[in-house]
Each structure stands twice: as C-alpha cells, then as structure tokens.
C-alpha cells in the first residue's frame, strides 16, 4: 500500500493465479479500512491485463494505472518493496543456516515483522500504525531461525518424556496468538504459545 507502506504478500505457484490474489487483497483491504480501492498501478506484464481482470476493474471503477516498460520508478513504492522483501528474506535464512525450502516462512516472518518496525518513510511511524490506527504489540516479535524449547502438552507426553521439545521458530500464525515452529526430528510445523527461545543460538 503507498500511502501506510503496509505489505501484504500472497505466493503464487503460477502468474495466472495473481488475479485471484488482486480479489484476496482487495477483499481484505476494504473490509479492514472500510472504504473501496481507487487505484491499482503494475507494469502491465501479462498477468494483470487478462480481460476478467480489466472488466473486472471497470465493474469496480478501479482506475489502471500502468509503468512505461524500463521504468520501474514509476512504481518506485513497489519496487523498492519488493527489494526489501528480497534482502530481507536471504538476510534471515543465511543467519538461521536454513535451506530455500524455509523461504516462503521466512517471507512470512519478514512482513509480519517490517510491517511493525519504524520506517523514515512514515516519519519512523510503523506500517501497521497507519493501517490499522493503532501502535503494534511487538512482544511477541522473536529472531527467525533462533532455538525454541516447545512445551509439550501434558496430554501428549507419557510420564517419562521431557516437558519439552528442541525445535526451530519459523514464523507467526496468522489465526492464532502463537508462535509457528519446525521440529527437525519429525519434520513438521508446531503451533504453540507456551516456548523459552534462545536467540543466540540457530540449530
């Protein structure tokens, strides 16, 4: 978003999925800020002028809006995003010594914890602030990649098992007050919100 500077990313596994993400975020976007969308501006590569997407934009009144090919400034906001988004996420899995299979998590991370740090750009205001009109809690906020002891739930050990389990802090769930991690002895995802965190430490 220009104005707040708040990023919101969606992956796609193919460029014709964007415009099913353009409706996910616009659905998102009005419904939190409680006004309609204006204007989108792209670089008008192929995916954004399929004819569902144009007839679509006039239904809704959205203005196009449209970079000069080579001039990638035109769209200065989104571009320099989207090299932020790039830098951020090979700084984070190089510090945590985490393969590319951890990139869309530590994409994740990366946007979930710039969109509450201060930006010059805002007068050092945070993009969650201008978005959602409120100052961010960030004691939740955790360095990615770093060592977590993971609570295990009474219910799920036997007496004789440790009360925790050594895993890796990948991220923040977005439905739940947790913390998202890998265990890398079963090789899946745990969602908790009882976990000590060594953050000097990446497994």
């Known amino acids: 978003d220009d104005a707040s500077r708040f990023m919101f990313v969606v992956p796609l596994r193919n460029k014709s999925d964007a415009f099913g993400a353009w409706k996910q975020y616009l659905a998102y976007a009005e419904n939190q800020q409680g006004c309609s969308v204006k204007t989108e501006r792209n ?46 996420v090979t700084a984070l899995l190089s510090e945590a010594k985490l393969p590319p299979s951890f990139w869309l998590r530590a994409l994740a991370a990366f946007v979930h914890s710039h969109n509450r740090s201060p930006t010059s750009a805002l007068s050092h205001t945070t993009p969650y602030e201008v978005w959602h009109g409120c100052k961010p809690d960030v004691s ?27 895993c890796i ?3 923040y769930p977005s439905q739940y007050k947790a913390w998202t991690f890998w265990d890398p002895e079963t090789k899946k995802e745990i969602i908790s919100n009882s976990a000590q965190f060594d953050e000097r430490v990446f497994p």
């Open 169 to 171: 802090f990948v991220g």
């Open 43 to 88: 670089d008008k590569g192929g995916e954004y002028i399929s004819k569902e997407w144009i007839q679509h934009s006039m239904e809704r009144g959205i203005q196009r809006q449209h970079t000069v090919t080579n001039e990638p400034h035109q769209n200065g906001v989104a571009e320099r995003a989207n090299r932020t988004l790039s830098e951020g």
């Open 140 to 166: 939740h906020l955790r360095v990615f990649g770093c060592a977590a002891y993971v609570h295990i739930q009474k219910n799920k050990r036997s007496g004789l098992q440790p009360h925790s389990r050594k």
